[in-house]
């Protein structure tokens, strides 16, 4: 455990050490553009990085986490979009993540972003409801959905949107979970250098993680999502 922390504390180190503004250096095509908006777009998605299961009418979560989106660094929009032009191999987004649970098996949570090195910011809102609330031998199953808004870059505007559907059972300390999604993803741009139309991509993925509760209060994630990029989040945080 304290292996996988370690790890955690590193990679994002490296992360944000490599970490750059993003803006129009260079004059790209519109197919460039909206293959970059997919990519950006995905990296800034509100995953869940929490089981099915909700908190109950009064529990409380609080986290930092970091999920990594491995990008396509050698592509020519990704150079032309960062001010140094040497664009990360992945890109770090850590949060600040609160859930707080209501009555009638519903969550709502919000988590905010500011990517040290960077002009990255970031806010997202989310509501989970409980198809079922899973016991001793059933499952848990919800619906997710989330909106998540960028802020801090000046050329670029971009939004995003998500459904989720998630199930997981506990064992003992472990939390297994899986999922899918389906993600919406909003983008235009406010740069002098090109006049590109605005783009709306729609996209899926599958995801997979596991919460893990090794001390009262104290829960820690590893989520993986899979589709037109991949994912992996990390997550430490006090549930109660």
Sequence with gaps: ????LIMMLLLSATGFASASDIKFTDVITQGEFEDFVKEFGTALVFNPMAPAETLGTFGFDVS????????????????KLVDDNDPFSYLPVPRLHVQKGLPF?????????????????LW???????????STLMPAISVRASYSKLQGIDDINLDTQSLDVLASKGIFM??????????????????????LDDVNEVGYRGLAGI??????LLVINGEVSIGETTQIGLKIGLRF
């Excluded at 986490?65 to 150079?79: A, L, N, P, Q």
């Excluded at 919460?211 to 009262?216: A, D, H, T, V």
């Design 124 to 134: 997202g809102v989310e509501a989970k409801y409980a198809l079922l609330e899973g």
């Design 64 to 79: 930092v986490e970091t999920v990594f989106t491995d990008i396509s660094d050698g592509k020519d929009y990704w150079k």
């Design 105 to 121: 098996g519903l969550d709502v949570g919000a988590m905010y972003t500011s990517v040290p090195g960077s002009n990255i910011k």
């Design 1 to 4: 455990m304290k292996k996988a």
């Design 211 to 216: 919460q893990i509760s090794p001390l009262p």
């Design 174 to 195: 472990f939390t297994p979970y899986a999922g899918a999604s389906v993600i919406r993803v909003n983008g235009s741009e406010n740069s002098a250098l090109v006049e």
